[in-house]
């Protein structure tokens, strides 16, 4: 007669874990710093479509390294999580704490309940009015969450990265010099790197900007990015961009599918730029509702194949 198949329940998360962090370590690394004006997303990506930094909300951003089916998954769960919570309620009532705990508890469920984890990890960033109420939220395949002060490295070889960030990051820097820091930490350690840094071209950039009165994420590509990397000045301008008007001046990116219209743009209607006096729906009055911080994220369905990220 034979015996039964058996494994302790140590050694069952002792190996999904082992399989996560193995298959997340082969993607490359993504850096997340706070800056004096808002929050600072670098990753090493080469394309130009596939993401590893989006949006989540007003003043919310995201950062993935992994599986890209995986993560995507999540990023628009995410999504509509807090546009469903600041539609119910009140849009000051969506937080970023609020999103990490609701990837917190489905990538846990997902870690316990199903044979294979998500190989992903996670970074929710809320920018605040001041620096010292900006949030970094880092989120493991496990559904552990952290709150880390000041940066956050995922994926590669994040631990020489991160040593490399906690020589030479001090809070109080200007974007540009966040830049040239967290782009150096990745390059240290980047087989991509060409000459001392990685070139625009292999990079995605992007902001949360405080100073911007609504939607506070955009994306830095093209000319200005060269320019704050220090190579060629943007053809247009009259003087090298700066970092205070990098956001006003650099040229939007194409929006993804779905992305919400005139996202990146400005002078659109429903960016930071618009007049809100003329978007068809009017603003949410405070007081409205309360709401719980109990709701979560619907279970994301799992999609097979994709390469890391």
Do not use: W
Not at 71 to 95: I, K, M, P
């Amino acid at each position: 007669m034979t015996m039964p198949y058996y494994a302790s329940a140590e050694q069952v998360m002792r190996d999904r874990s082992e399989y996560a962090r193995k298959n997340i370590a082969r993607g490359r690394s993504v850096a997340v710093l706070t800056y004096t004006d808002g929050v600072l997303f670098i990753a090493e990506n080469p394309s130009s479509t596939l993401h590893k930094v989006g949006e989540i909300y007003d003043r919310i951003g995201f950062a993935a390294i992994g599986r890209y089916s995986e993560f995507e998954n999540l990023r628009v769960a995410g999504v509509r999580l807090a546009d469903l919570r600041g539609y119910s309620y009140n849009r000051r009532d969506v937080t970023g704490r609020i999103v990490a705990n609701a990837y917190a508890q489905t990538l846990g469920s997902i870690f316990t309940e199903s044979m294979k984890p998500y190989e992903v990890e996670l970074c929710v960033a809320e920018v605040g009015a001041t620096p010292e109420t900006d949030q970094l939220y880092r989120l493991t395949f496990d559904g552990s969450l952290v709150d880390e002060p000041g940066f956050v490295v995922m994926g590669g070889q994040s631990e020489a990265v991160a040593g490399q960030l906690r020589e030479h990051f001090h809070a109080g820097f200007s974007l540009v010099e966040a830049l040239e820091v967290g782009v150096a930490a990745l390059s240290s350690v980047s087989p991509a790197a060409t000459g001392a840094q990685l070139p625009a071209e292999q990079l995605e950039v992007a902001v949360l900007d405080r100073r911007a009165p609504k939607r506070a994420f955009r994306r830095i590509t093209g000319a200005a990015l060269r320019s704050l990397l220090g190579g060629s000045p943007a053809p247009e301008a009259a003087a090298p961009v700066t970092a205070a008007d990098v956001v006003s001046t650099h040229a939007p990116s194409a929006p993804a599918p779905g992305t919400p219209a005139g996202m990146g743009d400005p002078a659109a209607v429903d960016t930071a730029g618009g007049n809100e006096g003329s978007t068809a729906r009017p603003p949410a009055e405070d007081g409205v509702g309360g709401g719980t911080e109990g709701s979560g994220i619907e279970r994301p369905q799992d999609e097979s194949g994709g390469d890391q990220q």
